[in-house]
């Protein structure tokens, strides 16, 4: 049996990552999410468990402590991090996960797992990423604008990714990760 894939979706603040992930797991089976870990409080309609583990900073500082995550970060003033014995558990049975993180956690996780298939999500302009932002209602002038300055040293770090696809249309950035999943799961399965 064929090790899993592991890939790795960021982008900037506002760009759809989330968007895209469950509209692809919509109608796509051939990968699995894998849940990250967060500091920061749940928005709107985000379930513990399911869209990230909304845990304390201390529980989070314990988990690091005893290297319980493959990658972690403080972004926009609060603690991510991607639970390790997860991934690890899914590849080994062949399992496909994939990870929604920042660039900063991107970096940590090549040092890892260099050959995981790394995916730049771009938004159309800055422009229309600050729309985005506002659309989403979720942040106050001072974060969104924080938000804007670190999405334009993320947007630094596309050269770093083996694949872009920017979000322009929803069904269209949903097919290109499709069909880049797909052609790798083709490619590690010939080999």
């Known amino acids: 049996m064929n090790r899993g894939i592991l890939f790795v979706l960021s982008g ?4 759809g990552k989330n968007t895209v992930l469950d509209e692809l797991f919509e109608n796509f089976s051939g990968v699995s999410y894998s849940v990250s870990a967060t500091t920061r409080q749940a928005r709107n309609g985000e379930i513990d468990g399911e869209d990230y583990f909304f845990i304390s900073e201390q529980k989070f500082k314990e988990i690091e402590a005893n290297n319980g995550f493959i990658e972690s970060a ?4 609060h603690c991510y991090g991607t639970p390790k014995k997860f991934v690890d558990e899914r590849l080994a049975k062949g399992e496909d996960i994939i990870l929604e993180i920042d660039t900063q956690g991107a970096k940590q996780v090549r040092k890892k797992y ?3 298939v790394y995916i730049f999500l771009l938004p159309p302009s800055l422009k229309e990423l600050e ?10 002038a001072k974060t969104k604008n924080i938000r804007l300055h670190n999405a334009r040293q993320e947007l630094k770090e596309v050269h770093n990714y083996d694949y872009e696809v920017v979000n322009d249309s929803l069904a269209e950035a949903v097919r290109k990760i499709k069909k880049i999943i797909v052609a790798e799961q083709e490619r590690r399965d010939q080999e």
């Open 12 to 15: 900037p603040s506002g760009v």
């Open 74 to 77: 403080k972004v926009h003033g």
């Open 114 to 116: 260099p050959e995981a």
């Open 131 to 140: 729309n985005r932002l506002d659309k989403r209602g979720s942040e106050d």
